[in-house]
């Protein structure tokens, strides 16, 4: 396994459309509220640069009752 920053996201992570739709997904789930503003973070960071994908991803979130986190990160992205 290669040496990464601490924090940097592993290698074979791409940033993808299907990465995007996992990760609403999983804003879907209540037993994942502990990480929802992390989640927010992870796909802002993996949709750099692929504005059809973040757009993809907050679509996804319509009627999700997010945590206040989440839509506190979603609100104000530079806090990830």
Same mark, same amino acid.
């Given at each position: 396994m290669s040496a990464r920053k601490r924090g940097s996201l592993p290698s074979s992570w791409r940033r993808s459309r299907s990465h995007a739709?996992?990760? %609403?997904?999983? +804003?879907? @789930?209540? %037993? @994942?509220?502990? +990480? /929802? !503003? *992390? =989640?927010?973070? =992870?796909?802002? #960071? +993996? @949709?750099? !640069? /692929?504005? #059809? #994908? *973040? %757009? $993809?991803?907050? !679509? !996804?979130? $319509?009627g999700v009752e997010l945590s206040a986190e989440a839509a506190e990160m979603l609100a104000d992205l530079s806090r990830c």
């Open positions: 739709r996992a990760l %609403s997904q999983q +804003l879907r @789930t209540a %037993s @994942t509220t502990p +990480l /929802d !503003g *992390w =989640v927010v973070c =992870v796909a802002f #960071a +993996l @949709t750099q !640069g /692929d504005a #059809a #994908a *973040w %757009s $993809e991803f907050v !679509g !996804g979130l $319509e």
